[in-house]
């Protein structure tokens, strides 16, 4: 009897790690779970991009460090973000230091994955980030608590990067950040889960962004001074000193996202311009 059930299709998955071998070795080694398809293998930043571009991949394993540069993979990330096109992404991380676990989620990854975990718990956090969910356990979700908590509470009546959402879409963000639950919010606002739903899709639209995490990190990061880094808050200014270094730092991450679309040109161009390299499984 065949079953009434639809087939689910495998989830799409692109290996970039810190060395074309162990890109070989990580793509033939998760490619053995049933519900993984390896579209591909490479380290190299351009081929990353092109093949994000061209093949749409459903998840994104990437090393944090890529041509020997600790921070590369995540510097990627985030210009992938700028473009609205990067997928899911699994950040592939040497450490768990508390700095890097919270600079890999700022960069936009939905998951962490550390090297001395095991090949099968990977593909569980493949699986599960590729439903939608945020891998990470309890002392790395610490870690990145802690540096929100170092934040000054969002207004986000006051953000200008904000002035395209609507009121109510504006209260569930300021639900999000203080930490309540799809159900806290419907509760808080009187309305249905389902349109809680609704709301978080629309914003996640319009701000560019995929999941909760990307979206807290996102709203908070207009009220960071300029002249601290994002795990330092300044104690001692007066209200007008600190009004200022929101809006230079609202300058500065507008600029940063204005000159981050060039890099993407230069990383396609050197793939045109590149010998032929072996990338790993054939690329339709």
């Excluded at 973000?81 to 990067?86: G, K």
Aim: include cysteine; hydrophobic fraction near 40%.
């Amino acid at each position: 009897m065949q079953s009434d059930q639809p087939l689910r299709s495998r989830i799409r998955v692109l290996v970039a790690d810190s060395s074309l071998i162990t890109s070989q070795l990580l793509a033939e080694a998760i490619a053995r779970d049933p519900r993984i398809e390896v579209m591909g293998f490479t380290s190299y930043p351009p081929e990353i991009v092109r093949y994000v571009r061209s093949g749409h991949p459903n998840i994104l394993l990437m090393s944090a460090r890529l041509e020997e540069e600790p921070n590369r993979g995540l510097e990627l990330l985030e210009l992938l973000r700028t473009e609205h096109i990067a997928p899911r992404t699994v950040a592939l991380l040497d450490s768990r230091r508390p700095d890097v676990i919270v600079n890999a989620f700022r960069a936009g990854a939905s998951g962490v994955f550390c090297r001395s975990g095991s090949f099968d718990l990977l593909c569980k956090c493949i699986a599960a980030v590729h439903e939608g969910q945020i891998w990470a356990n309890s002392d790395e979700l610490g870690f990145v608590l802690a540096a929100l908590s170092a934040l000054p509470r969002f207004d986000p009546l006051k953000s200008g990067a904000l002035a395209l959402l609507s009121k109510r879409e504006r209260e569930v963000i300021q639900s999000v950040v203080e930490g309540q639950t799809n159900r806290q919010i419907a509760e808080t606002l009187g309305i249905s889960q389902h349109t809680v739903k609704n709301y978080m899709f629309k914003i996640f639209d319009k701000l560019g962004v995929s999941n909760r995490t990307e979206l807290v990190f996102h709203v908070l990061s207009t009220t960071e001074g300029s002249s601290h880094t994002r795990d330092e808050v300044p104690t001692n200014s007066s209200p007008q000193q600190q009004k200022e270094q929101q809006k230079f730092q609202g300058t500065q991450i507008s600029a940063q996202f204005t000159q981050a679309r060039k890099p993407l040109g230069r990383y396609e161009g050197a793939v045109e311009n590149r010998q032929s390299r072996a990338a790993g499984a054939a690329w339709p």
